[in-house]
């Protein structure tokens, strides 16, 4: 018995920062005949997928994915309520936007002991101030929490620095990675993170529906003693059915898994390096297109992931985001608000399969929005 599915799809460019543009071939991959994720042939593909992702970011041999049927904020409460030696003492959270106060909300929500230093949302953290405050509260801290890529203006943190700043102190170290695994190069073998998380929908450009956890496999072992306050959450008890049963806990996105093996077999296709490139390249371009148009961004160039890029919106009377959005999205291209406190600004971010043809597409358009509303100039004095 067969059975005929299939239509032709329109491509459309996300600019949004995730569930990012992914290709026909792991749209494809969806389409699958049913199966029961019981099934060994089905175990195979959590190996093989479970696998490669470490591969992604060079965690062989000492490093285990656990995949969570969760989008990207599940895996990071299964992190923090899981590997967080609450016992012993608090999880340092590094707050320098939306995500990192996120964080800090999980916490509070589920009871895990947490302190936060927060900073400017449009700068790096000051590891010196992380420093002080790790020296003086020594031994009452056991990991360290903080994002990598904030997604909030597109700010990268130091994630070397801030790791060994943790291994310094003993602490476990907890890094989203959400919106940075496999967009920019991380090396696990040289950068020693106990927890790395991502999401399906980001820079590996697959399907939306499956949380990543790269973790260290003594960090994760020595979790289990932890008292963790889940259940479906538990890291331990997630790794431990992943590689002894070859099965998730529960039942997980079987479509969705498969689509992820067809985008991570696209990233080593494509290559780590060409993949990173690719994106600088395509940052590159929208940086210098949007502010030959008068763009001003949020954020100072140098440190930009270049992953995302928040713009500070037009002062203008004719301006108005949600026109702008709706003109771009009759277009086939999406575009997204902001999120600084201080300043109105929309993102545009350049991750998922996007060409560079992509991005001169969405310049030209930006440049007729702007003449045809008669929006100029953008920023008047
Ligand atoms: C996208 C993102 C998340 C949240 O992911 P969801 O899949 O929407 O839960 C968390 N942290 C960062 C840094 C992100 O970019």
Redesign the pocket.
């Given at each position: 018995m067969t059975e005929r599915i299939g239509k032709e799809l329109s491509r459309k460019i996300l600019l949004n920062?995730?569930p990012a543009t992914t290709s026909a071939a792991v749209k494809r991959a969806q389409l699958v005949e049913d199966i029961c994720p019981r099934e060994a042939e089905f175990g195979e593909l959590i190996a093989r997928v479970r696998e490669k992702c470490t591969t992604v970011v060079h965690g062989h041999p000492g490093y285990e994915t656990v995949l969570l049927g969760a989008?990207?904020?599940?895996a990071?409460e299964a992190c923090l309520t899981s590997c967080v030696n609450r016992e012993r003492g608090a999880v340092l959270i590094i707050e320098n936007g939306a995500?990192g106060e996120?964080m800090k909300a999980i916490c509070q929500s589920s009871g895990v002991p947490c302190e936060s230093i927060a900073f400017d949302w449009e700068a790096p953290v000051d590891l010196k101030i992380i420093a002080s405050h790790l020296a003086e509260r020594s031994g009452r801290i056991t990991a360290l929490a903080f994002?990598h890529?904030?997604?909030t203006v597109g700010i990268l943190n130091p994630l070397d620095e801030l790791t060994a700043l943790g291994k310094q102190y003993g602490l476990e170290v907890i890094v989203?990675a959400?919106?940075s695994y496999a967009g920019i190069k991380i090396d696990l073998s040289a950068t020693p993170v106990d927890y790395l998380i991502s999401?399906s929908?980001?820079c590996i450009q697959g399907m939306?529906g499956l949380g990543i956890v790269v973790a260290n496999r003594e960090a994760l072992e020595r979790s289990r003693k932890y008292r963790s306050g889940n259940y479906y959450f538990n890291l331990y008890e997630n790794y431990r059915s992943q590689k002894m049963e070859r099965q998730f806990l529960f039942t997980p996105p079987v479509q969705v898994l498969y689509a992820l093996e067809a985008a991570l077999d696209e990233f080593f296709t494509e290559t780590g390096e060409a993949r990173f490139e690719r994106y600088a390249s395509l940052y590159r371009i929208l940086l210098e297109g949007m502010t030959r148009l008068g763009f001003k961004t949020l954020v100072e160039p140098e440190h930009h992931a270049m992953l995302l890029t928040a713009f500070i919106e037009p002062d203008h009377p004719r301006y108005d985001f949600d026109a702008m959005h709706n003109f771009f999205f009759a277009r086939g291209i999406t575009i997204y608000p902001g999120k600084s406190p201080r300043h109105d600004t929309f993102r545009i971010a350049n991750i998922g399969d996007l060409t560079a043809d992509d991005m001169a597409l969405f310049l030209r358009l930006m440049g007729e929005y702007l003449t045809s509303h008669g929006i100029s100039p953008l920023y008047p004095q």
């Open positions: 920062p995730g989008s990207g904020t599940g990071v995500y996120r994002v890529h904030e997604t989203d959400m919106s999401s929908n980001k939306a």
